[in-house]
């Protein structure tokens, strides 16, 4: 059983900044690929940022520049650094991973979201 908790999500005004952590548990080997995805209201779920195991990132365009990717992996644990944040930045955030069980099964789970709200 392997399982991912997002936590860091509030309500924080224009300009503003969060940061989001994303913890992984359970029968874990060893963890190949992180992201983050949001989903605003209305709309489909779009990807974020996201990381690999050695630490190769990529970002939307939207948030390039803003929002920073890291992971500790030592502590099976993914972050995002949000920074001048925009009402369009409103959603909910779901923390993605591909892992490796001790069983040698690859798993493709999701967290169950953590709210970002940006409002003045």
């Known amino acids: 059983q392997v399982q991912l908790v997002e936590s860091g999500g509030d309500l924080v005004q224009p300009g503003g900044s969060l940061r989001l952590s994303c913890a992984a548990s359970g029968s874990i080997l060893s963890i190949y690929a992180m992201g983050w995805y949001r989903q605003a209201p209305g709309k489909q779920r779009e990807l974020v940022a996201a990381?690999?195991?050695?630490?190769?990132?990529n970002s939307a365009d939207s948030v390039k520049g803003r929002f920073t990717i890291s992971r500790d992996n030592a502590k099976n644990t993914m972050y995002l650094q949000m920074n001048r944040l925009k009402p369009e930045d409103t959603g909910v955030y779901y923390c993605n991973a591909v892992v490796i069980t001790t069983e040698k099964k690859y798993l493709d789970i999701w967290g169950q979201g953590t709210l970002v709200t940006v409002s003045s």
């Open positions: 990381i690999t195991s050695d630490g190769t990132t």
